[in-house]
């Protein structure tokens, strides 16, 4: 039934054959820390049967094509909610009650639109749906007040629209997932060079939606600055935004569109600056004897405008469980923090600038790895979604979070928001945490939890993510780095833009959606 055989079960991470139980050197780590407490996940859940009047469903045959529009269980079971551990802790007890009651699948933007005029006609709640990937309920919309729910599954809108490889910018159709992207870019002697963590699964409009970040953002950017051009379809017409590289005409409406996560508009393609790829990469490893001093070094870099394409900081307690094996645990190699900086782009480019930023590390007190961590961490990078799954196997609850905020207040966010989560799970709970991109003025802090299963996991999560976020708030930092608002930050996200910057998006939700069938409950406070 599926146009994509790319697909992740409803209650876990990535490729099935990919995944697997605990691999053994950490199974005795987990045991020794949690005790292991089997906890099978049901592996079929069901879905409350679709809800939709059949008239309803023969007027969306008739816009896109019947073969488009699907409603059978297996179909609306892959487009239930995302993939946050609450999401998956849901769907492995078997509850998939929000399912949408239909998928449809657009071919192309004006596809997109009538679905939209049909949805406003019929009061159908309507939910963008790229990869799926989101981590904060930005998939689950309110249901109240809706004639029923559809997923609007981009899949079908796969293309690469255009490349000018004069201003070096590609057009993206919002289906493409990374990989997807990077291939037909790949093509052209072209990448994008967007590698968040869920970049094997998640789409060029959910980057854009969600104003992703990837791992490589020292060296090519967040996602939004990225795009050069956006087009969206909303309930009241489209929007082409972006006449220029750089433009003084009022505000710029593109930032509207992007971080919307589809309350505003179904983004339909988006025009993004590309690179050539790479000749060379390298990435080090560097040690340093304390995580102040690691974030110190990278704030020297990021001041300096000498930054390299990836950097990223590990804390104490993140290095030594990522270095762990049980041999090496209290061994020289585990101490102090583990940085990666790596390098991509013309050989004599990436060799100039490696050796003036080993020289300044050095300086500093780093201490040079060589390349072995750095081949580690580029092997493992797409791994640890589907350790989350394993430890929840043996009900060990593993969730993630992140905030950024300013050089100067980064270490009472990192001790408030870690005191938070061990304060709030109790003894035993583990807290990782990771500089994960970095900017002059300050950077993103990127936190790992894993605690013993209670009896109620998604009440426990729930307790130790409202502390946690309560924390970040009191630090003065914002809510979210790059996860973006969905559902679960939004009384944080309030507070952050307070009540005029509330009413200003519900002025502009007003405008494009009047009838409120975009992404119900999703973003606005
Ligand atoms: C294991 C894991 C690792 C992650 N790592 C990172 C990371 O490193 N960096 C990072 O930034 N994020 C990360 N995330 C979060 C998530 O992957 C990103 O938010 C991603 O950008 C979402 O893209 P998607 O295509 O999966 O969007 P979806 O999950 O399908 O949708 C996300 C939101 O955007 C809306 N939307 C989707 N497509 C459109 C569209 N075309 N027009 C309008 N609205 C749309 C949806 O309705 C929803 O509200 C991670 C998530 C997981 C599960």
Not at 123 to 144: H, N, Q, S, Y
Not at 178 to 206: D, N, T, V
Request: charged share 20%.
């Amino acid at each position: 039934m599926s146009v994509d055989s790319h697909e992740m079960h409803p209650s876990r991470w990535g490729d099935p054959a990919a995944a697997g139980p605990l691999p053994d050197s950490a199974r005795g780590l987990i045991e020794l820390a949690f005790g292991l407490d089997d906890r099978p996940a049901v592996e079929h859940p069901s879905v409350p049967p679709g809800r939709l009047d059949p008239r309803l469903l023969d007027g969306l045959r008739d816009l896109i094509g019947a073969e488009h529009v699907l409603t059978d269980d297996e179909t609306r079971r892959l487009r239930t909610r995302g993939k946050s551990t609450p999401d998956l802790l849901r769907a492995r007890a078997g509850e998939l009650d929000d399912a949408p009651d239909a998928v449809v699948r657009p071919g192309d933007h004006d596809d997109v639109a009538a679905v939209l005029a049909f949805a406003v006609e019929h009061d159908l709640a309507v939910v963008p749906f790229g990869g799926g990937t989101c981590v904060t309920g930005g998939l689950a919309a309110t249901r109240e007040g809706y004639a029923g729910v559809l997923s609007l599954d981009l899949v079908r809108m796969k293309r690469l629209l255009d490349v000018d490889e004069v201003s070096m910018t590609a057009t993206l159709e919002p289906g493409l997932r990374g990989p997807e992207a990077e291939a037909l870019l790949a093509e052209h002697g072209l990448m994008l060079g967007h590698f968040p963590q869920s970049f094997e699964y998640a789409s060029i409009g959910g980057f854009a939606a969600t104003r992703s970040s990837g791992q490589s953002s020292a060296g090519y950017g967040r996602f939004d600055s990225m795009v050069v051009r956006l087009t969206a379809a909303t309930p009241t017409g489209r929007l082409d935004l972006g006449a220029a590289p750089a433009s003084a005409a009022g505000p710029d409406l593109r930032q509207l569109l992007l971080g919307s996560e589809g309350v505003f508009g179904v983004i339909t393609a988006v025009t993004v600056r590309v690179r050539h790829l790479p000749e060379t990469t390298v990435y080090d490893g560097w040690r340093w004897p304390s995580f102040a001093e690691g974030a110190a070094a990278m704030r020297t870099l990021a001041q300096a405008g000498l930054l390299p394409t990836v950097i990223r900081l590990s804390d104490e307690a993140e290095t030594a469980i990522n270095l762990a094996r049980p041999d090496e645990i209290g061994s020289e190699g585990a101490a102090g923090c583990l940085m990666i900086a790596g390098h991509e782009g013309p050989p004599a480019a990436v060799a100039a600038r490696r050796s003036a930023i080993g020289a300044v590390l050095a300086g500093l007190g780093g201490t040079d790895l060589g390349e072995e961590p750095g081949r580690s961490w580029v092997e493992g990078r797409f791994r640890a979604p589907y350790l989350r799954d394993s430890m929840l196997d043996v009900g060990v609850l593993v969730e993630t979070l992140e905030t950024a905020t300013w050089w100067s207040n980064l270490d009472r966010l990192y001790t408030g928001v870690k005191a938070a989560l061990e304060q709030e799970l109790g003894e035993g709970t583990i807290v990782l945490c990771h500089i994960s991109h970095v900017y002059e003025t300050g950077c993103s802090l990127y936190f790992t939890v894993a605690a013993k299963e209670g009896e109620d996991p998604l009440a426990q999560w729930d307790a130790a993510k409202t502390a946690a976020s309560e924390a970040i708030a009191a630090a003065g930092a914002t809510i979210t780095h790059h996860h973006a608002i969905g559902t679960d930050h939004k009384r944080w996200y309030g507070q952050e833009i307070g009540d005029r910057g509330v009413a200003i998006l519900r002025a502009v939700k007003a405008e494009l959606d009047p009838t409120g069938i975009l992404n119900p409950g999703v973003l606005i406070p």
